[in-house]
């Protein structure tokens, strides 16, 4: 059987809720903290304890999991629990920050004798709701075994990037800018059919099983054609993680030209109002003003 830990989750947005609710789900001893915290709230009918603070969530924890939107938000709740922290509980700190982000929630973990596992995750909404995320985690061997009981409620495999933090960090935005590609990708094809007077369905029907047909492709064109931008992967959130893709990439002295132009439509579909919708919205940034 799988041991019961105590478990802190820090962050109950899309992808936090879904977490927390499959640890309970588990039999794990969850307690979660959001800074709104009527998002929090309704995962106390999947039996998690919903903490006023990031301090009263963490108090006896095992595994901390920490699930917000950047570095900065992450940094501002540890630091209200500093002092709380069970001396050496691990901290599962998934947080898409990129790698500078990263360091100053590294040297807190040490300052606060955590045991520190940089570990981004792969999926939207629905794996997370299923427990099938991909887990990039980088650690020390000696720590794998401890958070195994974390990692296999989450995740449907884990890969390991490496043993010291950053390694999973980078790899999560190699692996963002692929699904950005992706997304971007379809969206300009779409438009560009739209723009010749084409069926856009043409260009779907014209790669269907080829080489050239993926199942990302059939997702984000349903959402784009459909205008069904329930999010899974925010706008606003993607557009925050291709700033980082583009700044690690300068300091590694790579020229991301795709990753640029990306960031540059996601800012547009923002400011558009699709902030808040999934990343299939960039669609919306091939056009001047609204599609009619």
Request: glycine share 10%.
């Amino acid at each position: 059987m799988t041991p019961q830990l105590s478990v802190s989750v820090l962050g109950t947005g899309i992808m936090g809720a879904a977490m927390a609710r499959n640890l309970c789900r588990a039999g794990h001893d969850v307690h979660v903290w959001n800074r709104t915290r009527a998002k929090a709230e309704p995962l106390a009918e999947a039996g998690a304890a919903v903490a006023d603070s990031p301090a009263e969530a963490v108090a006896g924890a095992d595994v901390v999991l920490t699930m917000l939107y950047d570095g900065d938000a992450t940094l501002a709740a540890v630091r209200q629990a500093a002092g709380a922290f069970p001396s050496g509980a691990v901290w599962m700190q998934s947080t898409t920050t990129g790698p500078d982000g990263l360091e100053p929630l590294a040297a807190f973990a040490r300052e606060q004798g955590l045991t520190f596992v940089d570990a981004p995750v792969l999926g939207t909404r629905q794996p997370a709701e299923d427990g099938k995320l991909v887990i990039l985690a980088a650690a020390p061997e000696a720590v794998r075994a401890r958070l195994a009981p974390v990692l296999d409620v989450l995740g449907a495999r884990t890969v390991w990037a490496g043993t010291e933090p950053g390694a999973a960090s980078r790899l999560k935005l190699v692996c963002n800018s692929w699904i950005f590609a992706l997304t971007h990708g379809a969206a300009e094809a779409l438009t560009l059919a739209e723009g010749f007077g084409l069926d856009p369905h043409l260009f779907l029907d014209a790669v269907d099983g080829g080489p050239m047909d993926v199942a990302y492709l059939r997702t984000k064109s349903a959402a784009m054609l459909s205008g069904d931008l329930t999010p899974s992967f925010q706008v606003d959130t993607a557009a925050k993680d291709s700033r980082l893709i583009v700044a690690a990439a300068e300091a590694a002295g790579v020229r991301l030209d795709l990753a640029r132009g990306g960031a540059d439509r996601f800012r547009r579909a923002a400011e558009q109002g699709h902030g808040g919708e999934d990343i299939a919205a960039t669609y919306y940034a091939s056009f001047d003003g609204p599609k009619s």
